[in-house]
């Protein structure tokens, strides 16, 4: 798994970008750990507490751009695909949003941290511990 993580956050995605998806992805699945360390991770980043309490209602919210809405849209179709095919207007939405190269790259990464959520919510791994890596400046 830990191999597999390593391809989105060396693919040339924004990571930020790929950060909010990782938490969409979580909180959509209910993984209290994994939104834990998302959330710090975003903060680490300097995204703002706005953006990120917002994140569930970012459809009203103008601090989002029309990509990271496209990304995060995509991040829902495919974390609830059980329940109805990928909708064909949204991948259209995406391909004006993303290349080709860039909707691999988000898929590969949303795949991914749905299998992280459930693998930490089969091990009940306890939020609060997780400290995210100091960045260099």
Not at 4 to 21: R, T, V
Not at 72 to 87: I, K, Q, S, Y
Not at 91 to 105: G, M, P, Y
Not at 119 to 131: C, D, F, K
């Amino acid at each position: 798994m830990d191999a597999l993580d390593q391809y989105p956050a060396e693919c040339g995605l924004q990571e930020s970008l790929l950060q909010l998806a990782r938490l969409r992805a979580s909180q959509l699945n209910d993984c209290a750990y994994c939104i834990d360390m998302r959330w710090k991770d975003l903060r680490a980043l300097g995204e703002t507490e706005l953006r990120l309490y917002a994140l569930g209602g970012r459809r009203e919210c103008p601090d989002y751009t029309e990509r990271e809405r496209a990304v995060l849209a995509w991040t829902e179709a495919v974390t609830f695909v059980a329940d109805g095919h990928v909708p064909d207007a949204l991948v259209d939405e995406l391909r004006l949003a993303l290349s080709e190269k860039e909707l691999a790259d988000l898929t590969l990464a949303v795949a991914t941290i749905n299998a992280w959520n459930r693998l930490s919510i089969a091990a009940r791994l306890v939020p609060g511990t997780y400290q995210p890596v100091v960045r260099a400046s």
